[in-house]
Nanobody
Framework: QVQLVESGGGLAQAGGSLRLSCAAS????????MGWFRQVPGKEREFVAA????????QYADSVKGRFTISSDNARNTVYLQMNSLKPEDTAVYYC??????????????????WGQGTQVTVSS
């Protein structure tokens, strides 16, 4: 069973930055992609960004394009989410996820196989 552990959440002011990290417990597990999602109470979990593990190709939600950057470090078995120019509407619990097999769509939560426990990000105005 693969475990994903997020870290790096916290409180930031609007316009500030935070970097989230997600480390996988199993170094050798084969995966197609890693993604970040976020959720606020009463709303569905929404896609933020994803990276294809072998190619490094990335996808972003329109709401974070130009502000967030997803990256992967294969040697450290870790995926990062650099969040710049934060806005109060970025406040949410952020979840890391791993998708094992290729699929044409990687922006929906149901496509992913493993999830982290989530880390709170709060942006004050």
């Amino acid at each position: 069973q693969v475990q994903l552990v997020e870290s790096g959440g916290g409180l930031a002011q609007a316009g500030g930055s935070l970097r989230l990290s997600c480390a996988a417990s199993e170094r050798t597990f084969s995966r197609y992609a890693m993604g970040w999602f976020r959720q606020v109470p009463g709303k569905e979990r929404e896609f933020v960004a994803a990276v294809a593990w072998s190619t490094g190709n990335t996808q972003y939600a329109d709401s974070v394009k130009g502000r967030f950057t997803i990256s992967s470090d294969n040697a450290r078995n870790t995926v990062y989410l650099q969040m710049n120019s934060l806005k109060p509407e970025d406040t949410a619990v952020y979840y890391c996820a791993a998708k094992l097999m290729w699929a044409p769509v990687i922006i929906v939560p149901g496509a992913y196989d493993y999830w982290g426990q989530g880390t709170q990000v709060t942006v004050s105005s």
